[in-house]
């Protein structure tokens, strides 16, 4: 199935071989599918976490207590609880969400938590690092940031009148949700401090997965933070991009394959791209899709990794079929 050789990433001088080192980034329903499926195949899976949700549960929390929006960190955790009763039983209950007619509707028990720990231990990370414990986490959860951001998104066409004019749209349910097509995006604030454990983790890592995710909004803001992206630049992991299996309604309207990996290019031009992974089935010019892949340097590999379902979900057990493949780690998939 796959066109890239990889060597085996945890493979040590002496020739024992130890779990491979990966960091996942992104945030939201794709890092989940990404983190359920990398989660089968090591126990050192780091994820990197987008913290610029300023919707919902997220929402409201950060704005009345001036917290991390806690929501993607949350789901991050709960795609890494095991497949036992234990951890069946604590996923469920950290995504389970509040119906009432008062104050409690919407949030949800893990957002609660994860704030709640951080205003007992004043530390975002040892906060998550305590939920971790709790659920049994097969892996660790890290915020890209230290701090929350707002994303800037230019927009062309929010007015279909004027398809050419250029609109500034602030905040991440803005973006995600705009009538226009998104070229660029910036951070406020402009230079946000990197998470040092995030940045370590990058540095440290033998490899690192781009995607898949809502491209503006959970993937690109990675890049704009100045610490984890020179961390990303020169780190000596491998790095995966995995593409989503369609564009996203309101963000990525009529992407192709290859215009992911030309916007990942020009929000992170001194980014090297070891691997692209995308679903075969919905590739309509492979050729295509692999010229773009050399030119910025990696090898494609072509997989069936979506639902069989017909929705654009990436199915847990393909997509860690096919890291296996890449990553060369040997284990054996499922628990």
């Not at 950290?94 to 709640?116: K, P, W, Y």
């Not at 961390?231 to 290859?258: C, H, I, K, W, Y």
Request: a negative charge.
């Amino acid at each position: 199935m796959s066109e890239a050789s990889a060597r085996p990433a945890g493979e040590t001088t002496d020739g024992d071989a130890s779990p491979p080192r990966v960091v996942a980034l992104g945030g939201g329903h794709g890092l989940y599918a990404s983190l359920s499926a990398l989660r089968r195949l090591t126990t050192d899976v780091t994820a990197i976490v987008t913290v610029a949700d300023d919707g919902g549960s997220s929402g409201r929390l950060r704005r009345e207590l001036g917290v991390l929006p806690p929501g993607d960190l949350r789901m991050a955790l709960a795609a890494l609880c095991g497949d036992d009763e234990w951890g069946h039983t604590w996923s469920e209950v950290i995504q389970h969400r509040f119906r009432s007619e008062g104050e409690l509707h919407g949030h949800t028990v893990g957002n609660l938590l994860i704030v709640a720990l951080w205003e007992l231990l004043g530390d975002p990370v040892a906060g998550l690092d305590w939920v971790g414990q709790l659920l049994g986490a097969h892996g660790r959860v890290l915020p890209m940031s230290s701090v929350p951001l707002d994303i800037v998104a230019e927009v062309a066409g929010v007015d279909p009148d004027r398809p050419h004019d250029v609109t500034t749209v602030r905040g991440q349910v803005a973006c995600a949700s705009t009538r226009g097509r998104v070229r660029s995006i910036s951070l406020i604030p402009e230079s946000p401090p990197a998470s040092t454990q995030a940045v370590k983790a990058v540095r440290e890592a033998d490899w690192v997965v781009f995607g898949p995710g809502s491209w503006f909004t959970s993937v690109l803001p990675h890049l704009l933070v100045p610490g984890l992206a020179e961390a990303l630049v020169t780190t000596t992991a491998r790095r995966m991009v995995a593409l989503n299996l369609s564009p996203q309604q309101g963000e990525t309207d009529g992407f192709r394959p290859e215009t992911y990996l030309d916007v990942l290019a020009a929000h992170a031009p001194g980014l090297g791209v070891d691997v692209v992974l995308a679903d075969r089935a919905v590739v309509d010019d492979h050729e295509r899709l692999r010229r773009t892949v050399k030119g910025i340097g990696g090898q494609l590999v072509l997989a069936d990794v979506g639902s069989d379902d017909g929705s654009p979900h990436h199915d847990p057990d393909r997509l860690a079929a096919a890291y296996d493949d890449i990553i060369g780690t040997g284990v054996r998939r499922g628990r």
